[in-house]
């Protein structure tokens, strides 16, 4: 092999092992920038992190609207105990969820609970608070059968009505300003949700007459008492209330509209002072 070969084969080696070493360096490199910049963001978001006032029940709500307290029935129900209960607290409007992806949720001395049943439960224990001190078993019975009536098959009816019967109502917007396209995927999510539950595989009149029918056997038990069992409020009439507050929300071509309109006394009888 003449020298000018020899000569060239070791450029080239030289040159392949610096072009290698150079690709090493620049990997290493680009991994050090790498997880520099994951630990200054881990460090800066720990330093975000909010301190919350010791002793303090923290609840995150997502924003208000106009027409009601909240768009969730659920936020309304937990903040209208906590005004009960006359317990410290403070709201954080956030778009947030909690672990459990639910909102309302709180936090309290660094604890964080969901679901709004499961909060006044815990409030209760925590505060040693009893809204139901006064009724006996049979009317507890009967306060938890009809807040399951509201909760778990009213609310559905009136989430179909609310944002997918009347989703493309001009008046819906009026009510819940938010982007159209928040508003579709609320849509399409609560398809999703109801035909799971059930209630979402009837036809829009049949979920009407379920609704009706809920909302009919509420006002008459009602009747002429203040509260749902009487002259005294229970842990029931604010999950009630969420729901109530929920139909002053409904847009025109809603059939909630026309029910108010026969059973307004009974119905926005029942909002508490504040909430009016």
């Known amino acids: 092999m003449s020298n000018l070969k020899r000569n060239e084969t070791v450029f080239n080696t030289s040159t392949m092992i610096s072009q290698n070493t150079i690709s090493q360096w620049t990997i290493a490199t680009g991994v050090a920038v790498l997880t520099t910049a994951g630990l200054l963001f881990a460090f800066l978001r ?3 992190k909010t301190v919350y006032p010791e002793n303090m029940i923290i609840l995150h709500l997502i924003p208000r609207i106009r027409e009601a307290p909240n768009i969730s029935p659920f936020a309304i129900k937990l903040e209208t105990f906590l005004r009960m209960a006359k317990l410290p607290y403070q709201v ?6 909690s672990p459990k992806h639910k909102s309302p949720w709180i936090t309290y001395n660094g604890e964080v609970v969901s679901d709004s049943q499961f909060i006044i439960e815990y409030l209760n224990k925590k505060f040693d608070v009893d809204c139901n001190s006064h009724l006996t078993d049979e009317q507890q019975s009967i306060a938890r059968a009809m807040q399951k009536m509201v909760e778990e098959n009213l609310f559905w009816a009136l989430a179909l009505s609310r944002f997918v019967y009347s989703y493309s109502d001009p008046s819906l ?4 300003p938010v982007p159209k396209i928040i508003i579709w995927r609320i849509k399409r999510i609560l398809l999703s949700q109801t035909y799971s539950q059930g209630i979402g595989r009837h ?3 049949e979920v009407e007459h379920i609704a009706m029918g809920d909302l009919k056997a509420l006002c008459d038990f009602i009747g002429e008492k203040k509260f749902l069992m009487g002259d005294k409020p229970c842990e029931t009439d604010c999950a009630i209330f969420g729901i109530i507050a929920v139909t002053k929300q409904m847009p025109k071509s809603s059939f909630c509209t026309k029910i108010i309109e026969v059973w307004t006394t009974v119905i926005l009888g029942h ?6």
């Not at 954080?92 to 969820?97: G, I, N, R, S, V």
């Not at 909002?271 to 009016?276: D, I, S, T």
Request: charged share 30%; proline share 5%.
């Open 173 to 176: 917007r009026q009510l819940i």
């Open 271 to 276: 909002c508490p002072e504040g909430f009016n």
């Open 92 to 97: 954080e409007y956030t778009h947030k969820m």
């Open 46 to 48: 720990c330093r975000r």
């Open 203 to 205: 036809s829009r009149s």
